[in-house]
């Protein structure tokens, strides 16, 4: 299927052509049809798959449509909500460049910089707005929101709300949108809370589902190295210098690995930057800014941070450190190999991570494979073990040593009785002692 095939306005159409995009990914092709039908529409599928896309075409070929039913002012008729500045800012950009040819306006807004500037851009009219839950209910409360024209609404990552502690905003925010309106939910897992905040936001709706093993394990060359704590730096300066070109996006688990991760590389005289939510905004858009121009090469995230990088021709993805939560690799891997195109990530695992190592392989029902022997394995502790059955043969003399062992005592324990009854008949035959004395003897 083509997207001419699915029957988008052409200023759409040929966006996309400029964008290098002809045929849909598998969530686009099942989302635009139901969209495009003004039904609700319940997505469960993770970062990478296409969904900005997914949900961002049709909802600009509506309201292309609708231009001429409507007067000349831009009221905000779309609102998207989503947790991230990174990921609102990513979504923005999608918008712009699928809707260039139409002459819709959206915005985004977003906390952590000052208000002045987004309200002035709600004051000059949006047709779209892009927005994360705090500051969105700020200006709601201030009055510079109104959703009285409000016909599309799209709620993106909300598992990454939930956990982000975003959930009350979010329930606070669909409780002031107009009953009248298109739906749409998305949410990479379904936990029970996901469960019931989507059934407060959707009507009649249509759900699509996107596997992780779709999104990953097809498109994304996979491998893992076993490696020490101490050693990771080494390995992950070993490999960057080998790829001195290429583009790489490093996960760290925590906001203080990530800036010990860039200043190791410091000392190896390799570039990067770090972001992570103690960076401040404008630190933050730089060294993103920096890594999409290709000024740097070497960009180290963590998870939450991460969500909404999308860069063309990324490399290769290092998982640092693995996470502790499974789908978190699905979401981490799927910054390589977007929108069905090929990618790399490789995963560092010590000792204490063959746990999540375990459970990433049964969420995507696949073994990563092992990368093997590298310069830095300096104990046994970083090769992965295996159990071996004991054979047959094994067992079996196992089983004769159990069985001498056991004849063994038995025959102990009956020389001690035959001795025993030995001495308590000498001393019945002496006729000393009472009873209670025999008693305490033979005790």
């Not at 290709?294 to 640092?320: E, F, P, Q, S």
């Not at 981490?332 to 090929?342: D, E, F, L, M």
């Not at 035959?418 to 308590?424: A, D, I, L, T």
Request: glycine share 8%.
């Amino acid at each position: 299927m083509t997207f001419k095939e699915l029957g988008l306005a052409e200023p759409i159409l040929k966006a996309l052509r400029e964008e290098g995009y002809t045929n849909p990914t598998p969530i686009q092709e099942q989302a635009i049809p139901i969209l495009l039908k003004r039904k609700d529409l319940l997505g469960v599928a993770q970062t990478g798959t296409g969904k900005t896309a997914a949900f961002g075409i049709p909802i600009l070929h509506h309201l292309y449509e609708g231009i001429s039913l409507r007067d000349n002012k831009r009221k905000v008729k779309a609102l998207v909500v989503t947790p991230t500045r990174e990921l609102a800012i990513q979504i923005g950009e999608s918008f712009t460049a699928y809707g260039k040819h139409t002459g819709l306006r959206n915005t985004v807004i977003f906390g952590g910089v000052k208000q002045g500037k987004q309200v002035n851009s709600l004051r000059a009219g949006v047709d779209i707005l892009i927005a994360t839950p705090g500051r969105l209910l700020d200006l709601m409360n201030q009055g510079f929101i109104s959703f009285r024209d409000l016909d599309f609404v799209v709620l993106d990552e909300a598992d990454q709300m939930l956990d982000m502690g975003f959930i009350h905003d979010i329930k606070k925010i669909i409780a002031k949108l107009p009953p009248k309106r298109q739906s749409l939910f998305f949410s990479a897992t379904m936990p029970k809370t996901i469960v019931e905040l989507s059934r407060k936001m959707l009507g009649d709706f249509e759900r699509v589902t996107i596997k992780p093993e779709q999104a990953t394990a097809e498109r994304v060359e996979q491998g893992v190295y076993f490696v020490s704590k101490a050693n990771k730096p080494k390995l992950l300066v070993h490999l960057l210098q080998q790829r001195p070109d290429d583009s790489v996006l490093v996960f760290s688990r925590t906001k203080h690995g990530a800036n010990k991760i860039v200043k190791k590389l410091g000392q190896a005289d390799i570039k990067s930057a770090a972001i992570h939510g103690n960076k401040s905004q404008t630190a933050r858009q730089k060294a993103l800014g920096a890594f999409k121009e290709g000024k740097l090469k070497v960009l180290v995230a963590t998870d939450i941070a991460a969500r909404g990088i999308d860069v063309d021709d990324l490399a290769l993805v290092i998982n640092y450190d693995l996470p502790n939560v499974s789908e978190t690799y699905v979401h981490r891997i799927g910054r390589t190999g977007r929108a069905n195109a090929s990618g790399i990530a490789m995963s560092f695992c010590m000792a204490e991570e063959r746990p999540y190592l375990k459970d990433i392989e049964k969420l995507i029902k696949q073994q990563v494979p092992r990368l093997g022997e590298h310069p830095y394995m300096d104990d046994a502790s970083e090769q992965e073990t295996v159990v071996r059955k004991p054979s047959q043969k094994s067992r079996n003399n196992q089983s004769r040593n159990r069985k001498n062992s056991r004849d063994s005592n038995h025959s102990k324990n009956r020389n001690r009785n035959r001795n025993r009854n030995r001495n308590r008949n000498r001393n019945s035959g002496s006729g000393s002692g009472d009873i209670s004395s025999r008693s305490n003897q033979t005790d």
